[in-house]
């Protein structure tokens, strides 16, 4: 929690839409310091989700070496590579726009919040393409797993392919189920903000949308180096 | 429901049925029924019944606060809960699920589809065990009333933050092992599947990793509530507070990494057996130090012999029981007999029902007073507790012995010696479910016909005791503020002595 020491100010500037602060709290510190320490444990149950997932991963990583090793050649990794740097920019973007709702700068917040859009649209394009690309060579998840020519002869005499690519499409569907819902988020946050619900005085939803975003960014670059770059 | 459940099993073994066809219910059906009570006890009772029932409320009452952190969390809970259970119920109805409440692969991925209602109806059930843990840790962290310091945190708020975190830390593991599962059924993802080259004990790392801290998921709450109860109805500060808090937190760090002792049967390498049992052992010691602890509370305390602490008195002797044969399994030579036996199955109903159950029915008569404003028969009550106490040890009892004879369980049918204990864990049964049905029938009469509360029922010291019966909207009239330490009964008993 870097950013413990930026509480939510009043009054509310001019021109924004002023927050009212739950009954049951009293006060608006207390509203901001309870949601943000639920987001940041709601946070660590995603942690443990996704490392149910990479326990797994190395358990099989562990059992087909090999398999693991030429699946990992079947992904491109110029797309993975360009998929990273998206991800990392948007969430360079979202960190300045939750910097822009702290000091009330309605337009500022915006365009960053749009472009961090665009770049969860961006992912999930080379993400369609990935998937088609792999759908057309057969390398199908689990028991549809059917390589076609150059393909079969890849992983001939290797077991375990079938459950490589099982765990690509869970592991990255699960990720990019969680980049629809941020992107989701941030439009919210755009429709809201642009209202002039956000400012000094109340920035929390805007902080929270960011800290999911900075997750998602966070699982890719996991994702990224086990899946594509495996050694 | 799932009480419903366990009373159709009871039945089915009166006989020992020799031809599994001549049983009461059919072998498939019968399997049904013992997955249904367990899934059903286990995720829909057990785990949310007391943070849920009692935590919601008792919670932010002792805090000093008007609600817990984020309310409207809390109701999404339940109505994930709420949705969890009506999928479950429509598993009944789509085909019935017979894989045990385990749902051990390889047999739940080629069994009936039904598996897939089941995962996800125990998955929202799960992100609702995780939205109250977390909304309970937010609560403990930022809304208690000013001088209340963690050291003089009610020992129930110790227990149930102590359960938050299991919940929120475990349960998602639990979430990805249910979708890996339902992945499993829907496109072969292979990796609990031996046949696509996958590993089925794999599912059973990952299920246990979350199912036995959900096993102190269970336990923990009840645990608090006892202390609560004892020093109230003793009228004595806890003995060794900061130690049973400790111990709270210490049981559920520990709890985290005993998950194998689930297999010792099932393959694992022998160094990893050989920790995972001396883990277990060790979980015995802050479990232990709480027995002591709330032994020593009693000890020349002025106690009072009303409801509430008779069925503290109850979970004493019965969790005694219950952990002690937990050492026993844990035992690697012992456990390998066992396994799978009608001892494993006494030991966590001794723990699970035995004493979670009645800790909760501890808890529910203790702040009945306070949340309804109404008084329940005290002659009636009595009579239920003795009830439950007396028809929960005959249902089990008998069954520590016929697992050690051999007796293994989830069997539709049975050798006929082991006759008599079947016969009389049966009758057991049904005293049991007569006394509950008396509890349930003078609360009712409570509910509608009760005389009010007084405020401070029981002569309680924490902050729930100063707000009116029941608490108003708000729950109390004004802020409070809290002075001195905790569990001091030091003035009230000056008051006593004067009368």
């Known amino acids: ?231 | 429901m799932g009480g419903v459940f366990a009373l159709m099993i009871r039945l089915h073994l009166w006989n020992p049925n020799t031809n599994p066809t001549d049983g009461l219910f059919e072998p498939d059906t019968y399997n049904q029924i013992f997955t249904l009570h367990g899934a059903f006890m286990v995720f829909m009772f057990i785990i949310p019944a007391i943070p849920g029932a009692l935590g919601n409320l008792v919670l932010p009452l002792q805090l000093g606060a008007k609600d817990v952190a984020l309310p409207r969390l809390n109701l999404s809970s339940f109505y994930l809960w709420l949705i969890g259970t009506i999928l479950a119920v429509g598993a009944i109805v789509w085909g019935g699920v017979d894989t045990g409440w385990t749902f051990y692969t390889p047999y739940s991925i080629y069994n009936d589809r039904s598996v897939i209602l089941m995962g996800a109806a125990v998955f929202l059930i799960g992100f609702s065990s995780i939205f109250t843990g977390l909304n309970f840790i937010v609560t403990v962290h930022k809304l208690r009333a000013p001088g209340l310091t963690w050291f003089r945190l009610p020992l129930f708020i110790w227990a149930i933050y102590a359960t938050s975190v299991l919940q929120v830390l475990a349960t998602p593991v639990l979430g990805i092992t249910l979708l890996l599962l339902v992945f499993e059924h829907v496109y072969g993802i292979g990796i609990f599947d031996p046949q696509l080259g996958g590993d089925p004990v794999l599912f059973q790392h990952m299920f246990w990793f979350y199912s036995h801290p959900a096993v102190y998921i269970m336990i923990l709450p009840a645990m608090g509530v006892i202390s609560d109860v004892i020093t109230v109805h003793s009228r004595k500060p806890l003995f060794g507070y900061k130690m049973i808090a400790f111990s709270s937190i210490s049981i559920a760090v520990i709890s985290f990494l005993v998950w194998g002792h689930h297999m010792f049967t099932s393959g694992q390498s022998e160094f990893a057996m050989f920790a995972f049992s001396f883990l277990t052992f060790f979980v015995g010691v802050p479990t232990a130090i709480k027995v002591f602890s709330w032994v020593a509370t009693i000890w020349q305390g002025s106690i009072i012999l009303s409801n509430p602490m008779l069925y503290a008195l109850a979970f004493l002797i019965i969790f005694t029981i219950g952990g002690l044969t937990g050492i026993f399994l844990a035992i690697l030579n012992l456990d390998i007999h066992l396994h799978d036996t009608y001892f494993v199955v006494a030991h966590f109903h001794y723990v699970m029902m035995g004493s979670t159950a009645v800790g909760l029915f501890a808890g529910v008569h203790h702040w009945w007073p306070k949340f309804l404003g109404k008084t329940y028969s005290r002659f009636w009550s009595r009579v239920a507790c003795a009830l439950i106490f007396i028809g929960f040890n005959v249902t089990f009892f008998p069954q520590f012995i016929m697992g050690a004879q051999g007796m293994p369980r989830r069997y539709a049918s049975y050798m006929e010696e082991y006759q008599p204990y079947h016969q009389l864990s049966t009758i057991g049964a049904f005293v049991l479910g007569l006394g509950i049905l008396i509890m349930v029938g003078y609360f009712l009469h409570s509910l509608f016909a009760g005389k009010p509360a007084a405020r401070n029922q029981w002569g309680g010291v924490t902050l729930e005791w100063q707000s009116p019966s029941p608490p108003p909207l708000e729950n109390f009239d004004e802020d409070p503020v809290w002075v001195g330490e905790v569990y001091d009964y030091s003035h009230l008993k000056a008051e006593e002595m004067s009368r």
């Open chain 1, 1 to 231: 929690m870097s950013d413990g020491h930026a509480l939510p100010t009043t009054p509310t500037p001019a021109g924004f839409v002023p927050h009212e602060v739950a009954h049951h709290y009293n006060s608006h510190v207390q509203e901001y310091q309870s949601w943000k320490l639920a987001f940041w444990l709601f946070l660590a149950t995603e942690i443990m989700l996704f490392g149910g997932l990479f326990a797994a991963y190395f358990v099989y990583h562990d059992l087909y070496p090999e398999t693991f090793r030429v699946g990992g050649q079947q992904l491109d990794w110029r797309m993975g590579s360009l998929n990273t740097a998206i991800l990392l920019c948007s969430s360079f973007t979202m960190a300045l726009g939750v910097r822009a709702a702290q000091t009330s700068e309605k337009g500022k917040m915006l365009t960053y919040m749009i472009l961090t859009v665009a770049g969860a649209a961006g992912f999930m394009v080379v993400k369609y393409f990935e998937y088609t690309a792999k759908f057309s060579h057969g390398l199908f998840p689990g028991a549809y797993f059917n390589p076609h020519g150059a393909y079969a002869d890849a992983f001939a005499g290797l077991s375990g392919a079938n459950i490589f690519f099982g765990l690509y499409f869970t592991m990255t569907g699960i990720h990019g189920l969680h980049v629809l819902i941020g992107a989701g988020l941030i439009l919210w946050m755009i429709k809201r903000g642009a209202a002039g619900r956000y400012h000094s005085g109340h920035y929390l939803p805007v902080d929270i949308a960011g800290l999911y975003w900075h997750l998602v960014d966070l699982i890719w670059i996991f994702l990224f180096p086990l899946l594509y770059l495996v050694p």
